[in-house]
């Protein structure tokens, strides 16, 4: 009998282990989507950065949404901030026989190796929202255009601008992250001519002063800029700075103003201190993202702007290139993007600028959005 036990104890330990091995496997109990496979090979695998950040649990399901309309089955896999885990992520579906791999990675530069095992497979890398750098085995982008964000919102100060001398205020994102460098690139190039002119003076930075004549500038040129205007991406940093700047300006910098935030988060943060200044009789500022937070500042005429990314027509974008692979079709592209070691071609999903007077257009008639959650809303 005592052998018995033996026996049945050991079998239940053997069960049990294997059981845990099984859930295991499964890249953490990260979730699976799209169509399903009858043989449990997968079609298309989705590597998405953390499931601790909203925007890309929403990512996962409009993923499973899109591919569910195919006959192609995919699973959605998440790194959680883990540059091991997302290689690990990538070797668990090249096991299950991938054929597309979309990957948004946590680290441009350490998702490299992880992309050069799926193109020994013979797996198609596309690039999701992030670009992935240092190597050449990325076949595709999917982003939103960078420069055509910082575009629109130059743009979108120089239409509001009146008369000359305009005070502007110029901020911008971090300066270890390549989109901060690329939003203002693409806002320098449209200001740049109307601060040459006169239409804006710059009133917080003493490089962009000093190459106000320069319409191309160079990176280093850039980084310098940048020094001196970064926000990190921080609210509380943009606020220190914007007090800051206001405090030790010249009451000619004041009165009606132009602000260029790189971002909602930002912009709010800014737009708190230059309302309480009661030097400034009326300010423009830029924004980026359309959170929620900054559409209800946009309504109550607190930011005057946002450059709306729809997530929705990025993620079409991916999965319609994904299949058009599948179907061994050639996928469209409108660009390409240089990784520091190829030329990724890259497929750039519009942007939308919205205001107080098209904001119920784009983000409520479109479903972005309910009505309910917002006050003043016309």
């Given at each position: 009998m005592k052998t018995k036990g033996k026996k049945f104890t050991l079998f239940l330990v053997l069960m049990i282990f294997a059981l845990i091995t099984a859930a295991c496997s499964d890249g953490g109990g990260d979730s699976?989507?799209?169509g399903s496979s009858s043989n449990g090979q997968v079609d298309v695998g989705i590597v998405l950065p953390t499931k601790d950040?909203?925007?890309?649990?929403?990512?996962?399901?409009?993923?499973?949404?899109?591919?569910?309309e195919t006959d192609y089955s995919t699973e959605i896999?998440?790194?959680?901030?883990?540059?091991?885990?997302?290689?690990?992520?990538?070797?668990?579906?090249?096991n299950k026989g991938i054929k597309v791999l979309i990957i948004s990675p946590h680290?441009?530069?350490?998702?490299?190796?992880?992309?050069?095992?799926?193109?020994?497979?013979?797996?198609?890398?596309?690039?999701?929202?992030?670009?992935?750098?240092?190597?050449?085995a990325v076949d595709y982008y999917v982003t939103f255009d960078s420069l055509a964000v910082g575009a629109a919102q130059g743009q979108y100060l120089i239409d509001k601008a009146e008369g000359t001398g305009v005070p502007l205020y110029l901020y911008a994102g971090a300066s270890s992250d390549n989109n901060a460098f690329l939003f203002f690139q693409g806002a320098w190039s449209v200001l740049q001519p109307?601060?040459?002119?006169?239409?804006?003076?710059?009133?917080?930075?003493?490089?962009?002063?000093?190459?106000?004549?320069t319409a191309e500038l160079s990176r280093d040129q850039l980084s310098k800029i940048l020094g001196q205007v970064t926000t990190n991406w921080d609210p509380n940093e943009a606020k220190n700075k914007a007090q800051t700047h206001l405090t030790g300006v010249a009451a000619d910098m004041k009165g009606d103003v132009s602000i260029?935030?790189?971002?909602?988060?930002?912009?709010?943060?800014?737009?708190?201190?230059?309302?309480?200044?009661?030097?400034?009789?009326?300010?423009?500022?830029?924004?980026?993202?359309?959170?929620?937070?900054?559409?209800?500042?946009?309504?109550?005429?607190?930011?005057?702007?946002?450059?709306?990314?729809?997530?929705?027509?990025?993620?079409?974008?991916?999965?319609?290139?994904?299949?058009t692979v599948l179907d061994d079709g050639t996928p469209e592209t409108t660009g390409s993007y240089n990784n520091g070691t190829a030329d990724i071609?890259?497929?750039?999903?519009?942007?939308?600028?919205?205001?107080?007077?098209?904001?119920?257009?784009?983000l409520i008639d479109s479903e972005y959005y309910e009505a309910s959650e917002f006050t003043g809303l016309e």
């Open positions: 699976e989507g799209g950040e909203p925007r890309w649990v929403q990512d996962e399901q409009r993923f499973k949404d899109a591919l569910a896999l998440f790194s959680q901030g883990s540059s091991a885990k997302e290689k690990e992520n990538v070797d668990i579906l090249l680290d441009g530069a350490a998702a490299a190796a992880a992309v050069e095992s799926a193109k020994k497979d013979d797996v198609t890398v596309i690039a999701y929202d992030r670009l992935i750098t240092d190597t050449d109307k601060i040459a002119d006169g239409t804006f003076k710059i009133a917080n930075s003493s490089e962009a002063e000093a190459l106000k004549d260029l935030a790189p971002n909602d988060g930002t912009a709010r943060a800014i737009a708190d201190v230059f309302s309480s200044d009661g030097d400034i009789t009326n300010y423009t500022i830029t924004g980026q993202d359309a959170e929620k937070a900054s559409i209800q500042y946009v309504i109550d005429e607190k930011q005057s702007m946002t450059v709306f990314k729809d997530v929705r027509t990025l993620v079409k974008d991916a999965i319609d290139m994904a299949v071609k890259a497929k750039q999903t519009d942007v939308i600028v919205v205001d107080k007077e098209n904001v119920k257009q784009e």
